[in-house]
């Protein structure tokens, strides 16, 4: 939903140069510098514009022109997408942990509306999307700390039902461009999940991390881009990771 205050007009020119770089030349013919728009989350946020008559001139690269969308926000280069299970085998002090875990993960990404954009799918005795597409630290920390444990699941593996609403709820809907990550913090991996992450990992890479220390499994290695599966105390590693995948 989007709403213009005033009425901005802008009018977007691509000149293609012959050494094979893109210019983007805005327009700006009115005075008006707010535009609302609801984010996922369903809130009011305000954009700024330049309030003075001009025209910006500014080379830019053509991966970022095809980023560019109608409200004029570039899309991020990434989807990052956090799996967790919340099912009974993984309990409550675990699932606590877990939360505990990915809140100092945000703290030390560098997210942003250019970088990267944040999902989380929680499965249990249901699989829901619990929030989309988010890309400000302080809001997605406030939603990591709010999401509920459900418990449920009666010890099956539901791993491959969240990779199938990720691909069809997040990442079908991304930029082609756009780098896909997937970690999946869980205590259980089975056959039809292994079957999922191997269609799954020709367009994303997957991250496996063990749901508490103690854990561990040989079977995580086959959902894993790397071969290998982590603990949540390997966070340096993972943050590694995860700039050399986005990178």
Do not use: W
């Amino acid at each position: 939903m989007c709403s213009l205050l005033n009425i901005l007009f802008v009018t977007f020119i691509l000149v293609y140069n012959l050494n094979g770089s893109c210019q983007l030349t805005t327009l700006v013919t009115s005075e008006t510098e707010i535009n609302l728009y609801m984010d996922s989350s369903g809130s009011i946020q305000k954009e700024y514009y330049r309030s003075e008559k001009s025209i910006i001139t500014s080379n830019i690269s053509e991966k970022y022109v095809k980023n560019f969308v109608k409200t004029g926000r570039a899309t991020p280069t990434t989807e990052l997408i956090f799996m967790i299970d919340s099912s009974t085998s993984i309990g409550q002090l675990n699932f606590l942990m877990m939360k505990s875990f990915l809140v100092n993960l945000v703290n030390l990404l560098k997210i942003n509306k250019n970088s990267i954009s944040l999902s989380l799918i929680r499965y249990g005795k249901t699989t829901d999307l619990v929030f989309h597409s988010l890309f400000e630290t302080s809001s997605i920390v406030t939603k990591l700390m709010g999401i509920e444990y459900i418990g449920g699941g009666g010890g099956v593996c539901n791993v491959h039902k969240a990779l199938r609403l990720a691909q069809t709820k997040v990442l079908d809907k991304a930029a082609k461009s756009s780098k896909k990550v997937v970690l999946i913090l869980t205590n259980d991996i089975c056959d039809q999940a292994i079957d999922e992450a191997k269609k799954f990992k020709s367009f994303a890479q997957i991250i496996p991390i063990a749901s508490s220390s103690s854990f561990s499994c040989d079977l995580f290695k086959f959902v894993s881009t790397t071969g290998k599966y982590y603990q949540m105390s390997d966070i340096t590693t993972i943050i590694q990771l995860i700039d050399k995948m986005i990178s």
